[in-house]
């Protein structure tokens, strides 16, 4: 009797012990996945699942796709600016040349050569093509005590330009590109119609690395008061802007040019201003009234897209102008462009060029992907109206 009680008394004593340990060894197990020859299978409670919250995936937060053509589209437009400025002293009548006789230093004065090179000083800015003639926007600092402009384009060659006309009030200057035109040019949008947070790229040549590219938004419209030019009226922007950005575009989501790079605060971080292109546009319109331009014209905007998924490459239509050659063809907006005369296009800046080297009042055959399949559409080209820019 005693025995069977001391076995009892044992086994119980055994499984007091054991059962923390066994209850430890199941809290640590973790459900494993079965595979489709098991026998049994583990089934995780929905509402863990239920609980945990959908993250979005990283591209619908960042669009790197669409930044990326971005870059392709606007590179092509956008110039880096070399500058040199010829620093002088005033003619002295006792300082002369070496074996230059007093008569000889008076008689160089007369004739405006009064005062001496002593050393030559380089700078850098950036700058946009806003015309396939040639024609780029820039800051009126950037060029303002320059004797010699080079503008480098992003494919490495590299023009001569002249200041065609400034405007020290609001800090602008339009440019000519010294080369056989015609260049590719950028789309200028309505900055009128800006927001506070929208997406926003900085372009330009910032310590001099050209064809740079930075990302941020539209902080704020209408920022004036800062003392930095007489008619103020910028746009801030938390893109990143350094010495060598000015003059440069500030480009939306669509690749149309929004602004002109200006302007930091130096005091602060991620604080940069640009001059709306609605200002700029006027500025350069005026100028170029007394230049007339003539140009072949279609009322396309486009721009380099990723290949399709089935494989057609070529450039996008972003818009038609309503009632332009393009229009009244039927060229419409998401149509593809690969080939112009049995020629492919590749980008946007060779099929400008194309269309313009083929001059006013001639017929195009364009081979657009639409909707599936290849349709061929025939297109006169115009005259470029009065409105420089559309």
């Known amino acids: 009797m005693f025995r069977r009680v001391g076995l009892v008394a044992t086994f119980l004593l055994i499984g007091i012990f054991l059962a923390p340990i066994a209850g430890c060894r199941n809290a640590d197990d973790r459900p494993t996945a079965r595979g489709a020859g098991s026998s049994s299978s583990v089934t995780v409670p929905s509402d863990r699942l239920e609980d945990r919250q959908t993250v979005p995936a990283v591209e619908i937060l960042i669009p790197r796709t669409t930044f990326a053509q971005i870059a392709r589209t606007v590179a092509p437009a956008v110039i880096h600016l070399k500058t040199i400025q010829k620093l002088r002293e005033d003619w002295n009548p006792f300082h002369r040349r070496p074996n230059e006789g007093f008569l000889e230093s008076w008689v160089r004065r007369l004739r405006g050569r009064s005062k001496e090179t002593v050393m030559e000083q380089e700078g850098i800015g950036s700058g946009v093509i806003i015309h396939p003639a ?50 590719s040019s950028a789309d200028l949008g309505d900055s009128s119609q800006l927001e506070s947070g929208e997406w926003a790229m900085a372009v330009g040549s910032p310590l001099g690395l050209a064809q740079t590219f930075t990302v941020g938004v539209i902080s704020a419209t209408g920022r004036s008061h800062l003392g930095i030019t007489s008619r103020e009226n910028f746009i801030q922007t938390d893109a990143s802007i350094n010495y060598g950005n000015s003059g440069g575009p500030l480009v939306n989501i669509e690749a149309e040019v929004i602004g002109i790079n200006t302007a930091i605060m130096p005091t602060g971080h991620g604080i940069g201003f640009a001059i709306p292109i609605n200002m700029a546009r006027q500025f350069a319109e005026t100028a170029l009234f007394r230049h007339p331009i003539k140009a072949a014209w279609l009322g396309i905007q486009a721009w380099a897209g990723r290949p399709d998924p089935r494989g057609a490459t070529g450039v996008v239509v972003r818009s038609v102008q309503w009632g332009s050659p393009a229009w009244r063809s039927g060229l419409r907006a998401a149509d ?47 005259e470029r109206p009065a409105r420089v820019f559309p």
């Not at 330009?161 to 056989?180: I, N, S, Y």
């Not at 060029?353 to 017929?363: K, T, Y």
């Open 134 to 183: 040639g024609y780029a926007l820039t800051n009126h600092h950037v060029v303002k005590h320059a004797d010699q402009i080079q503008a480098v384009l992003s494919d490495g060659r590299e023009f001569p330009a002249r200041v065609v006309d400034r405007d020290p009030r609001m800090d602008l200057a339009l440019l000519q590109l010294e080369g056989e035109p015609p260049f």
């Open 336 to 382: 593809r462009v690969i080939r112009i005369d049995g020629m492919d296009v590749t980008d946007v800046g060779q099929m400008q060029r194309m269309i313009r080297e083929g001059g006013i009042g001639v017929e195009r055959e364009f081979s657009i992907f639409r909707n599936g399949s290849v349709e061929e559409i025939r297109i006169h080209t115009d």
